[in-house]
């Protein structure tokens, strides 16, 4: 209790004290001296005068000799006539400066009169003067330094705008705008469009109110990035009409142009709103240099006799840049005067407009020191170049933020700052990781995506139900795209139903028509937010809608089927000569041994005696009959020789270059039978694209409309362009409506048939038909991925998603899963080929004709060894004067001694009379 009566006590002599002082210095003569302010507003109160008077009334606080009075008049922005009266009679009231007005139309009038009476004029509005001042004349631009303006300088600010849609990466975007100043603004912008980007366009708003036309324009331009560039007032309303024609989703990006964005309360007077808006601003509304602005301001309309309803909070988020400038302004304008006054006592001159009048000299002074003063305002720093233009500000990037499933009161809705830029460090941003991942997870709360997708195994097929179940929404499908979105929501905690696109098509462009269709379309259709399967990224896509990351890899490759071995034969082993070979060879063969019959009949070294021992014969005999000569020939040419030579010359000669001849053929034939023997003969194949080039006889063709097809059309490899047109003349049609009517044309036996189709497909494909091979290696190298409406704010969720799950080796395992697995019943049966490690075994196929030619020859062996055993017995029977059957008993009971190794010589009747004469001539000859 004692210490709030002390405090009373002393806030009591605190306030004695200043009165007395007051008093004293009003008796002493120290009254300060009153400087009239002039400025010029509209007729109504504006925020803006409400700045300039508290501004001024703030300065007076900070003054010692001087008190700053406002002189204001109220003119129209469109009144350039009294606009000029005004100012006239400001000059008349003896004005230190003029202040405004915020408009193009009539400050021009007012800064001509300032610069003729050297009056600084300070100006707090955008403008652009396309005579920029350090163009004009020495004497013209002394008479125009008396300008200030202390609003960011059109160019630095262009630049900023610039700055931040190329950081946005925004190739393309359309430019709403209603005034050709606010088109101005954007020089810098449109400068940023090269003749190779893709085409920017610019709609202008129509008079009235009703501005759907033009947004209808634009929605079926389906181009996501949007620069609005109105008057402030109208932001609101082009948005409400923007949601009206479906332009205010989540892909749909906008930049609003307008300082004062912030101000607008657009989750009241727009409602929920789930596109990206952007925006710039020159003031944080929750600065203390703001707060305290805020506080003269209310007090000021007070003081006015108007009411405000706004809490101080909201009345900060609701103050204007342009009354910042204002405030701003007169703080700059209060210090530079206060410091001129000090140092010379400065008298303020009235001057008459009807009068010619060499101006104020203190003018010219104050204005050049504002230049050279720095001042740090509620808009930051106050930096003014020789030209009066303010360029070095810092700005604020800020984005809308509104919170889902939340009340439109909730607090936190509104625009939030995300970054800053200055004209060194351009845009650097200030949002945390946690708060972009706190925003990117309450994007996806409550939210059920839909999933465009077309039918094609093994991305997407219809599942059987079991057990009499019944499929609905996403139970009705599996496949790979399933698994891996199902891995992805897990990922990001969403929800997600897939949906079949209509005409089942991956999404093409029609260059007549300039339509796409397909998957494409459903996503520029806005029917899906997603769209996965097996969809090429290409670049043409890629102007139409966004891709994620690769989820796979692949190319283009040739579906054929696979070539027919030739059937076992029989006699394969005589393969590795032909025909005519093998007929010239026997021609040769018994040529040559004729020829030796021949010859051996010629030559006297042939003919010997038939006893060695004895070297007076009466007779000699030749070897060398039919069965010897062709026996010589045989045995050489199946490599073993033969007991029996020629001895004469010319013998000798055909026999040496007959053994050649056997050499040479006998060397080809073997080694011909090992690669035959070990090596499946196929039919003549294509083994490449340029094989498929080179020849007319196998057609070949692509999916229509799919990127196969795309990657022939607009190649500019001659080979590639060489095939795209076979492909396009040829009749029928080589183009298919899906993969499978490609493979069933593989498959196809009457048709000669290959299809180029992305090696995924292909791969699920062979896997599942033994019939069906890969020719050749990828022609070209891309990816599948993830589209989605252009400008979708999922986009790098997504491709996190799947990088994290490559990474785990998830994606590796769905793709063994749908490709290796799942409905494999087994794989195919491996050829014998020749491997590394050397050749394939034999099977008995391939060598079954050499052990029939030996059974047959074992055969004939036996059947003449019979013959011969029977004439034997015949023989005997005659000579011996016995049965045939008992002699048949006897030599077949000789012949199964298989211990005995000799045989006694039997001899017929004139054989043994014959031996007992000689036998008694040569006793008789022994007795003589």
Not at 143 to 168: C, G
């Amino acid at each position: 209790m004692s210490n709030d009566r002390s405090e009373s006590m002393r806030k009591k002599c605190i306030l004695i004290v200043l009165i007395a002082f007051s008093l004293f210095y009003e008796v002493n003569g120290g009254r300060k001296r009153e400087i009239p302010i002039g400025a010029i507003f509209p007729p109504i109160y504006t925020q803006s005068e409400i700045a300039f008077r508290a501004a001024i009334k703030r300065a007076n606080l900070h003054t010692n000799e001087v008190e700053f009075i406002p002189s204001i008049k109220h003119v129209s922005d469109l009144d350039s006539f009294k606009a000029e009266m005004a100012a006239c009679e400001l000059l008349e009231e003896g004005v230190a400066a003029i202040f405004g007005p915020a408009s193009n139309i009539t400050s021009g009038i007012v800064d001509s009169i300032c610069n003729t009476f050297q009056i600084p004029h300070i100006m707090t509005h955008w403008t652009y003067d396309p005579k920029s001042y350090h163009y004009a004349s020495s004497k013209k631009r002394r008479r125009r330094d008396l300008t200030i303006n202390v609003y960011p300088d059109s160019d630095v600010l262009s630049a900023a705008l610039a700055d931040l849609i190329k950081d946005y990466d925004w190739t393309s975007y359309t430019i709403l705008y209603d005034t050709p100043d606010n088109l101005i603004r954007l020089k810098d912008v449109l400068g940023l469009h090269g003749p190779k980007d893709p085409p920017c366009t610019i709609v202008e708003l129509d008079q009235g109110t009703d501005y759907r036309p033009a947004l209808k324009k634009i929605y079926y331009s389906t181009e996501p990035h949007i620069i609005i560039s109105v008057e402030t007032h109208k932001i609101a309303e082009i948005l409400n009409q923007a949601r009206d024609v479906r332009m205010l989703d989540e892909y749909k990006s906008y930049i609003i142009i307008s300082l004062d964005a912030h101000t607008i309360d657009l989750t009241k007077e727009v409602g929920e709103i789930t596109s990206n808006i952007t925006a710039l601003r020159l003031l944080d509304p929750t600065s203390d240099e703001v707060d305290n602005a805020a506080s003269f301001m209310r007090n000021e309309e007070k003081n006015l006799g108007r009411i405000t309803y706004l809490t101080k909070e909201e009345y900060m988020k609701q103050m204007q840049t342009e009354s910042v400038m204002y405030y701003d302004a007169v703080q700059l304008f209060a210090q530079a005067f206060e410091d001129m006054n000090s140092v010379n006592d400065i008298q303020v001159e009235s001057f008459s407009c009807k009068e010619k009048s060499a101006g104020w000299n203190d003018g010219y002074g104050i204005a050049k020191y504002m230049k050279r003063k720095e001042v740090t305002g509620i808009s930051g720093p106050l930096t003014i170049d020789e030209n009066g233009h303010r360029r070095d500000f810092l700005l604020e990037v800020i984005e809308f933020f509104q919170k889902k499933n939340a009340p439109l009161s909730y607090s936190e809705n509104g625009f939030k700052k995300i970054g800053t830029w200055d004209a060194l460090n351009k845009i650097t941003y200030t949002r945390t990781e946690g708060e972009i991942k706190e925003q990117l997870t309450e994007s996806f709360q409550n939210k059920t995506f839909i999933v465009a997708s077309r039918i094609g195994a093994p991305f997407l097929s219809y599942r059987k139900a079991e057990n009499g179940e019944i499929l609905e929404g996403n139970a009705r499908f599996e496949g790979y795209s399933l698994d891996l979105f199902e891995g992805i929501s897990k990922v990001l905690g969403f929800t997600y139903r897939f949906e079949l696109v209509p005409d089942g098509k991956y999404g093409s462009y029609n260059p007549k028509t300039k339509k796409w269709d397909g998957l494409v379309k459903h996503l520029l259709d806005r029917k899906a937010d997603f769209a996965i399967c097996d969809l090429t990224i290409t670049q043409q896509r890629r102007k139409a809608v966004d891709f994620t990351m690769p989820f796979m890899t692949l190319g283009i490759s040739i579906l054929y089927k696979k070539p027919k071995k030739e059937e076992k034969e029989l006699f394969s082993f005589l393969s590795p000569l032909s025909n005519d070979v093998w007929i010239c060879t026997a021609a040769a063969y018994l040529g040559v041994s004729l020829l030796t019959f021949v010859l051996a009949r010629m030559a006297d070294a042939e003919w010997e005696d038939p006893h060695p021992c004895k070297r007076q014969s009466e007779e000699k005999e030749n070897i060398w009959n039919l069965l010897n000569c062709t026996w010589l020939t045989m045995g050489s040419v199946m490599g073993q020789g033969s007991d029996i030579l020629p001895k004469g010359n010319s013998t000798r000669l055909v026999t040496g270059m007959w053994y050649f001849f056997a050499l040479i053929m006998l060397a080809s034939y073997t080694a011909n039978l090992a690669a035959f023997l070990t090596m499946d003969r196929m039919e003549a194949t294509i083994e490449s694209a340029e094989d498929l080039a080179k020849q007319t006889k196998i057609k070949y063709g692509v999916l229509e409309g799919g990127s196969s097809a795309a990657f022939f059309r607009d190649s500019n490899v001659s080979l590639y362009k060489r095939m795209w047109a076979a492909m396009e003349s040829s009749s029928p049609s080589v183009f298919t409506k899906s993969n499978d009517e490609g493979r069933d044309r593989v498959l196809n036996p009457k048709s000669h048939y290959a299809f180029f189709m992305e090696s995924t497909t292909l791969e699920y494909m062979t896997e599942r038909n033994c019939n069906l091979t890969q020719i050749g290696g990828l022609l070209d190298s891309k990816g599948y991925g993830i589209a989605m409406p252009r400008d979708s704010p999922y986009r790098k969720a997504i491709t996190g998603a799947i990088l994290k799950m490559s990474e785990e080796g998830k994606l590796h395992k769905l793709k063994t899963r749908w490709w290796k697995e799942k409905g494999v019943k087994g794989s195919c049966a491996t050829d014998s080929t020749a491997s590394a490690g050397g050749a394939a075994e034999l099977d008995i196929a391939s060598v079954g004709g050499v052990f029939l030619l030996v059974g047959l020859g074992i055969c004939m062996g036996v059947i003449i060894a019979f013959f011969e055993f029977i004439w034997n017995v015949r023989k005997i029977a005659v000579e011996e004067k016995m049965s045939q059957w008992e002699a048949f008993k006897r030599e077949l009971k000789f012949a199964l001694k298989v211990n005995v190794t000799s045989k006694p010589v039997r001899r017929s009747t004139s054989e043994i009379s014959s031996y007992t004469r000689s036998k008694r001539s040569r006793s008789s000859s022994i007795e003589l």
